[in-house]
């Protein structure tokens, strides 16, 4: 199973992430933390990111994607992986697409996590003050302004790819308002496995269905109109972003040959 988690800091990436390494047996590559063992270690890499992150800004593609294109590589990724952080932009994407079609892999779904931004930062601001409490080192970008940073630019860049993944037909939105179990249900139905969903929950689904009267003849046809207008339109911002896309994905590849 290879998945992407796509969602703005605090939507619950992480935690969702590790629960869906222990059921499907397959490994989290969560570039954040790939690019913060490098700081650790002082790699060139490291050394090149270390402010950037700091800022809570974006690390160049090339290096995101050079990092993921070894990791996935590599044997223990070969049973599947769930990419947390990766890819942030439509350049990291287009490359993203372009190395698994090289290594003749696919990918099973991309999962949105959807969350109100008005409580994002309440949200991490209570989950800094949860560490500071239990004595936790925090993360040096993880201060009020830097996180504001962070959300504001996945806005700007990252949030376009749900979008892109739309188009693709592989994206899967989950609300991330919900508590983690019923998160981790309605991940684990969007990829059409055993959702383990409480009776009630069940029960409630049937009564919604029922409740929903369908939509007459007309009305459908409207809306299939009405989609096939946005796929349009969607088409067409989308071969735009592959086509600025493209000049990242050469400079990925160029950066992954230098580092070799
Ligand atoms: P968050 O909790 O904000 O989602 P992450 O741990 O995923 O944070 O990432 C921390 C920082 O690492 C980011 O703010 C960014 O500087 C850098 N980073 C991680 N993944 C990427 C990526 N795919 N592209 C560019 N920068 C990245």
């Known amino acids: 199973m290879r998945l992407i988690l796509l969602g703005p800091p605090g939507a619950g990436k992480g935690t969702q992430a590790q629960r869906l390494v222990e059921k499907h047996g397959i490994v989290q590559l969560s570039t954040g933390d790939m690019l913060r063992a490098a700081v650790k270690a002082g790699t060139s890499v490291g050394l090149r990111a270390k402010d950037i992150m ?38 990291q994407a287009v490359a993203l697409g372009r190395m698994l079609k090289e290594k003749g892999l696919k990918l099973d779904g991309v999962i949105e996590l959807k969350v109100d931004p008005g409580i994002l930062l309440k949200r991490i601001e209570n989950r800094i003050a949860e560490a500071k409490a239990r004595g936790e080192t925090l993360r040096s970008d993880d201060d009020p302004e830097k996180l504001k940073r962070r959300v504001e630019i996945y806005h700007d860049q990252t949030a376009p790819l749900v979008d892109y993944y739309r188009l693709e037909g592989a994206l899967k939105t989950v609300d991330g308002m919900a508590s983690i179990p019923e998160v981790a249900g309605a991940i684990d139905r969007a990829l059409g496995g055993s959702s383990k969903s409480s009776p009630k929950a069940a029960a409630r689904k049937s009564a919604e269905k029922k409740a929903v009267p369908k939509k007459p003849a007309a009305k459908k046809a409207v809306s299939r109109a009405a989609a096939k207008g946005a796929r349009k339109s969607l088409a067409k911002r989308g071969s735009k972003m592959a086509r600025a896309g493209k000049a990242a994905g050469r400079a990925g590849k160029a950066g992954s040959a230098a580092r070799r």
């Open 54 to 91: 700091d800022r809570g800004e974006l690390v160049p593609d090339d290096i995101v994607v050079a990092i993921v294109s070894d990791r996935i590589a590599q044997p223990d990724a070969r049973k599947g992986f769930i990419l947390d952080g990766f890819p942030r932009t439509v350049p």
